[in-house]
């Protein structure tokens, strides 16, 4: 049986460094070989951060992070280790701006700086066929989320915690739904970098000494996102400091704000999968956030009855399955076969996503 190897690169929103994977596909089974974390230098996580709004000189200042995050890339891709040939890297790149509202969403990295540094074919730039088709062009984990963690005897949600949360429905027998549902790590890991100085608030502990503000966390749930139907994504682009000044009074206790700002990732995800994942046995998290014992806490009592559980109880580390999420991609666009979901995506139909960069 033919074995091929892929890679996946994914850095997301939370900004805090690229995740790499080796990946072996066979033709019923995926298998993560190998997982590394490459984290970006202080000055290279500052720069992406400005990126997200505009800024003075902006062209070149995202031509030259593209760059630099080329290199990154390449690095981690060489701490792979493949011992034998890749097929193709699968690389997100850094999303800097994602605007399905006004039809582009745009993702740095210089694909073709990475296919020359690693003489590897890459796959990059997925989402902007699916916004061509007049799609959200997010999420696109859902199929892959279905591929991994799908059962035909239970109704299941797989639950990712980025800077920003999505879940995958993945109903027995019945067809895969996704969505962003608001905040995930974002705004907690930007009101720890102000007050603690540190990029975020290990497993939680601050914010565990912190009260919820009820009057503050009901405000910032009447945002217009939290009620808009699917599909709908979303990112930095809303949820970000700006939007945390703009939700507080005078003076507010840091700490209170910090275990206000969990409670809201919590009732956010737990209301999305009341409303639009009705019959759910369990919902499977992964992410970055996993890693946040508070987080999890609070989302396992918002989502009571409904069990929540870590994916690497489903034989993937949590910290993993987005960079193999993007492999899958690159393998599904050398095989001409669709990455997305119109159902999820809103797109006018499937399509074949990512541009091929040659070795």
Excluded at 103 to 108: K, P, S
Excluded at 280 to 309: D, K, Q, T, Y
Aim: aromatic residues 6%; neutral net charge.
């Amino acid at each position: 049986m033919s074995r091929e190897l892929y890679a996946g690169l994914m850095s997301g929103t939370s900004l805090d460094g690229v995740d790499a994977v080796l990946v072996e596909f066979s033709a019923r089974s995926a298998s993560v070989l190998r997982h590394v974390h490459e984290a970006f230098e202080p000055s290279l996580r500052a720069e992406l951060l400005a990126l997200q709004a505009p800024v003075s000189g902006e062209l070149e200042r995202a031509a030259t992070c593209g760059n630099r995050l080329a290199r990154v890339y390449a690095q981690a891709f060489a701490a792979l280790g493949a011992d034998r040939p890749v097929q193709a890297i699968g690389c997100h790149g850094q999303t800097v701006r994602h605007r399905p509202d006004a039809g582009y969403t745009l993702q740095i990295g210089n694909a073709a700086l990475l296919a020359e540094l690693t003489r590897t074919r890459v796959v990059a730039d997925f989402r902007s066929r699916d916004i061509a088709a007049g799609g959200q062009g997010a999420p696109l984990v859902p199929a892959f989320h279905a591929a991994a963690f799908g059962s035909p005897a239970e109704n299941r949600v797989v639950l990712n915690l980025g800077g920003i949360a999505n879940v995958s429905w993945l109903p027995a027998g019945g067809d895969v739904r996704g969505f962003d549902t608001g905040p995930g790590n974002c705004l907690i890991d930007l009101w720890a970098a102000r007050h603690l100085g540190r990029s975020y608030d290990d497993r939680g502990t601050w914010a565990s000494g912190g009260r919820v503000n009820a009057p503050l966390l009901a405000t910032m749930l009447m945002e217009p996102y939290f009620t808009m139907p699917p599909p709908k994504s979303t990112g930095r682009d809303l949820f970000n400091e700006a939007w945390i000044e703009r939700h507080l009074a005078a003076s507010p206790d840091p700490q209170s704000v910090q275990a206000t700002l969990v409670e809201l990732t919590a009732k956010s995800v737990a209301s999305a999968v009341e409303r639009y994942c009705t019959g759910a046995a369990r919902v499977i998290a992964c992410g970055g956030g996993v890693a946040n014992a508070r987080l999890m806490e609070r989302l396992g009592a918002a989502l009571a009855p409904v069990a929540l559980e870590s994916s690497d109880r489903h034989g993937l580390d949590p910290t993993a399955v987005e960079a193999a999420a993007f492999a899958w991609l690159a393998r599904e666009s050398l095989a001409g076969r669709p990455g997305n979901l119109p159902a999820v995506t809103g797109a006018t139909g499937l399509r074949v996503l990512g541009a091929i960069y040659p070795p």
